[in-house]
């Protein structure tokens, strides 16, 4: 059974910057797409940030500029660097893996941004 850990979630000032990390183990087939997704309380999951093996990236506007993600494919390994944080970035953060069989989701961390 494949899984995902996430780490590097916490409480963050405004402006203030995190690092996500994310490792895929136990997954058999080729890891095509990588991405992180939010979920705020009261609010549906979204899309964050994916990068496809290849390296090309998409970005929901409300953090273009701000985050960028980033994969060490050999590593099966993603990470999203967090700048200039707002209390709208608040949210558990879910790592997802696509493969072409499944979808596989992290547990989620926790990010909180208040002064």
């Known amino acids: 059974q494949g899984q995902l850990v996430e780490s590097g979630g916490g409480l963050v000032q405004p402006g203030g910057s995190l690092r996500l990390s994310c490792a895929a183990s136990?997954?058999?087939?080729?890891?095509?797409?990588m991405g992180w997704y939010r979920q705020a309380p009261g609010k549906e999951r979204e899309l964050v940030a994916t990068?496809?093996?290849?390296?090309?990236?998409n970005y929901a506007d409300s953090v273009k500029g701000r985050f960028t993600i980033s994969r060490d494919n050999a590593r099966n390994t993603v990470y999203l660097q967090m700048n200039s944080l707002k209390p709208e970035d608040t949210a558990v953060y879910y790592c997802n893996a696509q493969t072409v069989t499944r979808a596989y989701w992290g547990q989620g961390t926790q990010v909180t941004v208040s002064s």
């Open positions: 136990g997954i058999i087939f080729r890891i095509n797409i």
């Open positions: 990068i496809v093996s290849g390296g090309n990236t």
